[in-house]
């Protein structure tokens, strides 16, 4: 049973917890988060076809989150049999293992809870008119905060990369005191944060470049790379 959301989730909100069945079992949101971040995407319905390629492709791409200490789940709005049975699909035509779990949402509670719901698409409904989700991906930090929101349209499918990108930004921008431009990857530079101060930045980043006072670059020095 999913907990009533009082007000909207914004970056910065407390992710709401909720009791759930899986495809691995029962869980408590917040017991699975434990100390790890955790990537939550939904899905409009089991045994469709853009589904079907986002959930092999974040299984194939699991490992690379599991190196940075996040957890995947993912959620349709079906029951934990038709999961199972869907889960046989993906990886026959997907070429993945799906390990993580799925979470069974058949009557939407945890989509209500996320604000998942579609209210573009007037198609996107069951047989009974209750809409389906769109594709939302949340990536939620160990203090259990909201860090990131997406909202996909159910035509439309993910990127898994860029999602991973955004682990990695977020996961350097809380180790080191820099934020990250358009298009970054690990290994490009940085900016170094507004609120650091040159004096500050010459201690810290060595190499810094001021291109404007308030756009300043620097690679992060070797043993600043990592962001776990």
Request: net charge negative.
């Amino acid at each position: 049973m999913a907990e009533e959301r009082a007000t909207p989730l914004r970056l910065g909100s407390t992710a709401p917890n909720f009791k759930a069945e899986t495809t691995t079992g029962p869980i408590d949101f917040h017991e699975f988060i434990g100390d790890k971040w955790v990537v939550l995407f939904s899905h409009p319905e089991d045994f469709t076809p853009v589904c079907t390629t986002e959930l092999g492709a974040f299984a194939k791409l699991e490992p690379e989150f599991t190196k940075r200490g996040v957890k995947l789940i993912g959620l349709s709005a079906n029951t934990v049999g038709s999961h199972g049975d869907w889960i046989k699909d993906i990886d026959e035509v997907t070429g993945s293992k799906v390990s993580f779990p799925i979470i069974a949402d058949k009557e939407r509670k945890v989509a209500y809870l996320y604000d998942m719901l579609d209210y573009q698409d007037t198609t996107n409904v069951d047989e009974k008119g209750i809409a389906f989700t769109i594709r939302s991906v949340f990536i939620i930090d160990p203090k259990k905060t909201i860090r990131l929101i997406l909202s996909y349209p159910a035509s439309t499918g993910r990127n898994t990369a860029e999602v991973l990108r955004v682990v990695d930004s977020l996961q350097t921008g809380d180790k080191h005191k820099i934020t990250t431009p358009i298009n970054w990857v690990p290994g490009d530079d940085v900016i170094v944060h507004p609120a650091v101060k040159n004096e500050q930045a010459k201690e810290l980043f060595p190499d810094f470049r001021i291109v404007k006072p308030y756009l300043r670059f620097t690679p992060l020095p070797k043993d600043k790379t990592s962001a776990s």
